[in-house]
C-alpha cells in the first residue's frame, strides 16, 4: 500500500484487504508533517493523541464506517475538543470543551482529525496571507498566494496530508483555495452542515466547506457530515435535489456572456475557461449565455454593505478591546462594520432581494451555471503590496453565492503556462448538492490528470449513494406522454421526460370507453399480451400525491415491469373495466391506436 494514496476509496481498500492499519497511516502522516515549509498548520495535534483517535478504531468493522480511518483537517475557527481555536488571532485563542457539531459526526463516521489548519484572520480574506502564523503558500509554487481564507484546508489536501478538510465559505473562502491548489471545493446548501461549534463571520451566511481529492470523496464526506442540528438556528433539512442533471446525458449549462467575463489581465484564464466551456458541450451541455449582471451586483453587497455588521456583531467587542491583537488589513475590515445602521440592513435586504428574484429567474433557462473560480492569482508579494483591491478580485465570481442561497462545487480545470492551476465552479439553486458533486466527477474524469499537488493520478471512478433525490418515476403510455392533452399534468409539476421504453410482453392494451380527454387502460396477463410503448417520466415527490389524487377510476398507479425486467411505477387498470372497452393490443402503442383511428 502507498502511503501517499489518501483518496477515501484506496484506503477502505486497503483497510479491507488488512494491508494498512489506522496506526501505520497515523505514523506517516506524523513523520509527513513534522515540518511546514506552507504554513499549513495552527495546531498539529500531538502525536500520541493523534495514536489515540485511531487506537480507538481498534476491532471496529471498516465497512461499518464510512470514514473509517480517514485523516481530516480541520480549519482553525471550527471547534476539536483538546486543541485552542484561534481563528488566526492568537489572543482570541479559546480551549472548547467539546468537538463543533459536524467534527463529532465525521470522528463517529471513523475519520481521524490531524489538527487545525492556518487561515486568513477571521476568515477575512480571499487570499491567505492575513495570517499571523504566516502566509499560507501555493501547493504548487510557494511565491503565490494558497487562497483563502481556508488556505491551511486547502493546503493540507493538496499536500497529502489529510484525504479530506473542512474550511467555511462566506464569500468564496471554500472555492478559491481549491482552484489555487487543484482540488475539489465544495460548498454546500446553506444549513446541511452545522455551524455549530464554529466562530462565525457572517453568522446567517456562513457555510461549512469540504475540501477533497475527488467529488465522490467529497460526497461521501457531505453524507457523513450533513445532518439537521436543532442547536443551530440557521439550520435545515437535506432536501431532495430534482433533476439530477449531474448524471444526465444533456443538461443546459448557463455561462456568463463575453461583457461580464473578468480575467484581470490574465490571459492564461481566459483561455482555460474558453476551454472549459468546450469542455462542458462535450459532457452533454447546452450552453446559454446568461446577463449576469445580477449576480454581480449582489456581489458587491457583500463588503459594500451593512453585511460588515454582521462581521462586527461577532467579533466587534474583541477588536475595540485588543486592537493590537488584529492585522492593519482585519482591523480595517471589521471596523468599517461598525456605524452602519438598521435602516442600512434593512434597505440592502431589500435590495437583494430584488437581486435575487432577477437571479432566480435564470433557472427557467438553465439547471446549472459554469464560472471561473477567480480570475486569475497572484504572488504573495503582490497581495501584500494591495490588500484590498487584489482581495476584491479573487471575489469577483465568488461573493453572490450565500447571499443568493446557491450551492457550488469548485473543479479543477487545467494548468496555468507558469504551472499554477485554474478552476471552474458549477453553482444551482440550494439542495442540488448531488448533482453538482456528479457533475464535478465526470468533470474530473476528462479533465483531471492528478490529485492536488500529489503528482498521484486520479483513481477510477466509483458511485456513491445517500443523498435523496426527492424524485419519483412514474411511467405513462397514454394522454400523458409528451404532446398529448393531459401532459401538462406532469409538465406543470415540474416533470421531466427521463426516456422512451416499452413494457415488458405481457400486458393487453384497452381504449376505454368516455373521453375526451381518450385514455387507454394496460392490464397485464399470462398469455396474448404485448410490450407496450411508454415514457418515463421523474416527477418531484411532494407532486406525486396530488398527481395521483387526478387519475379518475378505473385507472391507477401500480408497478409496471419494463422491457429490461426493471419496475416501475406507472399506470394501470382494474380488469374489469375492460370488458367494454376495445382491444387495441395490437397497435402497442397509443399514439399508434390514435393515428389510424384517424
Request: aromatic share 10%.
Amino acid at each position: 500500500m502507498n502511503l501517499d494514496l489518501l483518496d477515501i476509496d484506496s484506503l477502505h481498500q486497503a483497510y479491507a484487504l488488512g494491508t494498512l492499519t489506522p496506526h501505520a497511516l497515523i505514523e506517516h502522516l506524523i513523520e509527513k508533517t513534522r515540518s511546514d515549509p506552507h504554513n499549513v498548520w495552527i495546531h498539529r495535534l500531538p502525536d500520541a493523541v493523534l495514536h489515540q483517535y485511531a487506537q480507538a478504531l481498534a476491532g471496529r468493522n471498516p465497512d461499518q464506517l464510512p470514514l473509517y480511518g480517514i485523516p481530516f483537517a480541520i480549519k482553525d475557527n471550527i471547534d476539536l475538543a483538546g486543541a485552542p481555536t484561534t481563528a488566526g488571532c492568537p489572543d482570541y485563542s479559546y480551549q472548547p470543551s467539546r468537538h463543533a457539531f459536524v467534527v463529532q459526526r465525521l470522528i463517529d463516521a471513523g475519520a481521524i482529525p490531524i489538527g487545525k489548519t492556518n487561515m486568513d484572520q477571521f476568515a477575512t480574506g480571499l487570499n491567505g496571507t492575513r495570517s499571523p502564523y504566516g502566509a499560507c503558500l501555493n501547493a504548487f509554487d510557494p511565491r503565490y498566494i494558497a487562497g483563502g481564507s481556508s488556505s491551511g484546508s486547502a493546503l493540507a489536501v493538496a499536500l497529502g496530508y489529510a484525504s479530506f478538510a473542512l474550511g467555511t465559505d462566506t464569500a468564496g473562502s471554500g472555492r478559491v483555495p481549491a482552484a489555487f491548489n487543484n482540488l475539489i471545493g465544495h460548498k454546500p446548501s446553506h444549513g446541511w452542515i452545522s455551524t455549530t461549534g464554529s466562530v462565525p463571520a457572517c453568522r446567517s451566511l456562513d457555510c461549512v466547506s469540504i475540501f477533497a481529492l475527488t467529488a465522490e470523496d467529497a460526497e461521501r464526506v457531505l453524507i457523513s457530515a450533513a445532518a439537521f442540528d436543532a442547536n443551530d438556528p440557521y439550520a435545515r433539512a437535506v432536501d431532495g435535489h430534482g433533476f439530477d442533471f449531474g448524471r444526465a446525458p444533456r443538461f443546459r449549462i448557463g455561462v456568463p456572456s463575453a461583457q461580464y467575463l473578468a480575467f484581470f489581465g490574465n490571459a492564461d484564464s481566459e483561455k482555460l475557461f474558453a476551454a472549459a466551456t468546450q469542455q462542458a458541450r462535450a459532457l452533454g451541455g447546452e450552453l446559454v449565455e446568461i446577463d449576469f449582471s445580477p449576480f454581480l451586483e449582489a456581489a458587491k453587497l457583500l463588503y459594500e454593505g451593512p453585511w460588515l455588521a454582521e462581521r462586527y456583531a461577532t467579533v466587534g467587542n474583541f477588536s475595540d478591546a485588543h486592537a493590537d491583537a488584529l492585522l492593519p488589513v482585519t482591523r480595517k475590515i471589521i471596523d468599517a462594520g461598525r456605524n452602519l445602521s438598521a435602516a442600512d440592513a434593512f434597505r440592502a435586504n431589500y435590495k437583494l432581494a430584488a437581486l435575487k428574484r432577477r437571479c432566480d429567474a435564470v433557472w427557467d433557462e438553465v439547471d446549472v451555471i459554469l464560472t471561473p473560480t477567480a480570475g486569475t492569482i497572484y504572488s504573495v508579494a503582490e497581495l501584500e503590496a494591495d490588500p484590498i483591491d487584489l482581495n476584491t478580485n479573487l471575489g469577483y465570481y465568488t461573493n453572490f453565492m450565500n447571499l443568493l442561497d446557491y450551492a457550488a462545487t469548485a473543479v479543477p480545470a487545467g494548468f496555468q503556462a507558469n504551472g499554477l492551476p485554474f478552476g471552474v465552479t458549477f453553482f444551482s439553486p440550494a439542495h442540488q448538492d448531488a448533482p453538482l458533486l456528479h457533475l464535478a466527477s465526470r468533470w474530473q474524469r476528462h479533465s483531471t490528470a492528478t490529485l492536488g499537488a500529489t503528482g498521484h493520478p486520479l483513481p477510477n471512478a466509483s458511485t456513491v449513494q445517500g443523498l435523496p433525490s426527492g424524485q419519483v418515476k412514474v411511467a405513462v403510455c397514454g394522454a400523458h406522454m409528451s404532446g398529448l392533452p393531459l401532459n401538462w399534468q406532469l409538465t406543470t409539476r415540474g416533470a421531466r421526460l427521463i426516456s422512451a421504453t416499452r413494457s415488458s410482453a405481457d400486458y393487453k392494451f384497452y381504449a376505454l370507453p368516455g373521453g375526451p380527454p381518450y385514455r387507454p387502460g394496460m392490464v397485464r396477463v399470462n398469455q396474448g399480451g404485448a410490450a407496450i410503448e411508454m415514457e418515463i417520466w421523474e416527477l418531484p415527490a411532494r407532486e406525486f400525491g396530488s398527481f395521483v389524487a387526478g387519475i379518475p377510476a378505473p385507472l391507477g398507479i401500480g408497478t409496471i415491469t419494463l422491457e429490461d425486467n426493471s419496475q416501475v411505477q406507472g399506470f394501470v387498470c382494474e380488469a374489469a373495466a375492460t370488458s367494454n372497452a376495445e382491444d387495441i393490443t395490437r397497435y402497442a402503442s397509443w399514439r399508434a391506436f390514435l393515428k389510424n383511428r384517424g
